[in-house]
């Protein structure tokens, strides 16, 4: 199956966003404060060393996302991770990367939709939560059709507005600490290592959890044919958005553990953020949940967009039917086929698969694509290149092997779910290749 490039004459995608939409949009499809749903486990499973494991989880997404930017220098095209492993390594593997991430991109607005349905439904009982999942849907897929630049601008509303809450957050806990204070200081250094607790397999689990507070981030790539100087504002927007997002959690849980030290038990693991946030200020309980279904709905309409551009992108190569897939509405300029069809997936996917398995599968599809831009970005920049250097060969390899170990360790019921995704998928490109031998027909963008 060999790969041709062209230059197409229908409806394109507009280059508008600049590198602050893009921060704004990472920050929203990673979601921060929808994170700090994770907190209780990853304090049970650490020992106390939520902040530890959150630091070294950034570090090691940092590698991915340096090989997710340096690829869409070279290949600034809507598919991404797809377009990256089908140029450098094999159009058929390229393929089957995609699959992957439309698992990842997919999953994630049902799980969003799943888990602010049901906390609605909470707030609002007399409500069923089946009503609340249509609603959602149809707002979150309305929202993405008005095209590109009214997403942008709900992305800064939905950013502004999580970032109050983290700052009311913020400052109720120093108020706590202030009023109850500690005159031992290692009071204050045990979020990072507590000798009493410490051990690094219990470090390494918690790593492993924390990986999912920055599973989103690679969207960004998926917008580099709307992106004004994709080559240098996507790279640099992936980068900036791990370290921003790393160190606004490393802040959120350090107060907290330091409010709810690990020595004491939570009411309940899976709420642990709330309770916390309870014992600063009584009202922030009700405060923290209306700021999770902000944040998980802003994370859900960024990922359907992604996942709409995604499959925009294969649908475009013909990997996927061009006319349904490979469509840009003529008078908004987005794939609107593909908004509505990530739509009904994440409506009808909401009464079959419950939150924790839905996060389970879409990190297994997640950790392939980045196994699959690590490996890009390995062959392009070392095993092609005229000088092969130590940089080039480091974080492609590092971020490679560690999605390798995550992906290893997944429940067998994700893997079961995400196999049996797959082996649809890869019947379905073997069909529409005759066996990979057909020619997938690689756009080249306009700068």
């Given at each position: 199956m060999d790969i041709k490039t062209c230059l197409p004459s229908t409806p394109r995608l507009y280059r508008t966003l600049t590198?602050?939409?893009?921060?704004?949009?990472?920050?929203?499809?990673?979601?921060?404060?929808?994170?700090?749903?994770?907190?209780?486990?990853?304090?049970?499973?650490?020992?106390?060393?939520?902040?530890?494991?959150?630091?070294?989880?950034?570090?090691?997404?940092?590698?991915?996302?340096?090989?997710?930017?340096?690829?869409?220098?070279?290949?600034?095209?809507?598919?991404?991770?797809?377009?990256?492993?089908?140029?450098?390594?094999?159009?058929?593997?390229?393929?089957?990367?995609?699959?992957?991430?439309?698992?990842?991109?997919?999953?994630?607005?049902?799980?969003?939709?799943?888990?602010?349905?049901?906390?609605?439904?909470?707030?609002i009982p007399g409500v069923p939560v089946y009503a609340w999942r249509i609603f959602y849907v149809a707002l979150l897929s309305w929202l993405n059709i008005q095209a590109i630049r009214a997403s942008a601008r709900v992305n800064v509303v939905f950013a502004i507005g999580l970032g109050a809450v983290g700052v009311a957050i913020l400052v109720a806990a120093v108020h706590y600490l202030f009023v109850h204070p500690h005159t031992d200081p290692s009071f204050y250094t045990r979020p990072f290592y507590d000798p009493v607790t410490f051990s690094f397999g219990a470090l390494f689990g918690s790593t492993a959890i924390s990986i999912l507070n920055y599973i989103g981030f690679d969207g960004i790539s998926t917008l580099s044919e709307e992106t004004v100087n994709p080559r240098r504002n996507i790279p640099l927007a992936m980068v900036l958005t791990c370290l921003l997002v790393g160190t606004i959690l490393t802040v959120l849980m350090y107060q907290a553990q330091l409010v709810w030290p690990a020595a004491e038990k939570f009411p309940d693991i899976d709420t642990a953020y709330v309770w916390v946030a309870g014992r600063?200020?009584?009202?922030?309980?009700?405060?923290?949940?209306?700021?999770?279904?902000?944040?998980?709905?802003?994370?859900?309409?960024?990922?359907?967009?992604?996942?709409?551009?995604?499959?925009?992108?294969?649908?475009?190569?013909?990997?996927?039917?061009?006319?349904?897939?490979?469509?840009?509405?003529?008078?908004?300029?987005?794939?609107?086929?593909?908004?509505?069809?990530?739509?009904?997936?994440?409506?009808i996917g909401?009464?079959?698969?419950?939150?924790?398995?839905?996060?389970?599968?879409?990190?297994?599809?997640?950790?392939?694509?980045?196994?699959?831009?690590?490996?890009?970005?390995?062959?392009?920049?070392?095993?092609?290149?005229?000088?092969?250097?130590?940089?080039?060969?480091i974080p492609p390899i590092l971020g490679f092997l560690i999605c390798l170990m995550l992906w290893w360790n997944l429940s067998p019921k994700a893997k079961l779910f995400g196999t049996f995704w797959m082996v649809v998928g890869i019947a379905i490109g073997v069909w529409r290749t005759r066996g990979f031998r057909t020619t997938l027909v690689f756009e080249v963008p306009e700068d």
């Open positions: 590198l602050r939409d893009l921060l704004f949009y990472g920050v929203v499809i990673t979601s921060p404060i929808a994170s700090l749903t994770l907190f209780g486990v990853l304090s049970v499973r650490g020992g106390g060393h939520v902040v530890t494991a959150n630091l070294v989880a950034m570090v090691a997404m940092l590698f991915t996302g340096i090989s997710y930017g340096r690829m869409a220098r070279v290949y600034p095209s809507a598919g991404s991770a797809f377009s990256y492993v089908a140029q450098e390594i094999h159009p058929s593997l390229g393929y089957i990367t995609g699959w992957a991430m439309t698992m990842d991109y997919t999953l994630n607005p049902l799980v969003c939709i799943y888990w602010s349905a049901e906390q609605t439904h909470n707030f600063t200020w009584a009202p922030l309980s009700t405060i923290i949940g209306l700021a999770l279904i902000t944040a998980s709905l802003g994370c859900g309409m960024t990922t359907q967009l992604g996942a709409a551009r995604l499959l925009y992108g294969m649908g475009r190569s013909d990997a996927l039917p061009r006319r349904i897939f490979g469509v840009v509405d003529a008078k908004h300029r987005v794939p609107r086929n593909n908004v509505i069809i990530v739509g009904a997936v994440a409506l909401s009464f079959f698969v419950d939150y924790t398995l839905g996060v389970e599968i879409l990190n297994f599809g997640a950790l392939i694509a980045f196994m699959g831009v690590n490996a890009s970005a390995f062959v392009r920049y070392f095993l092609r290149a005229a000088h092969r250097t130590f940089w080039n060969f």
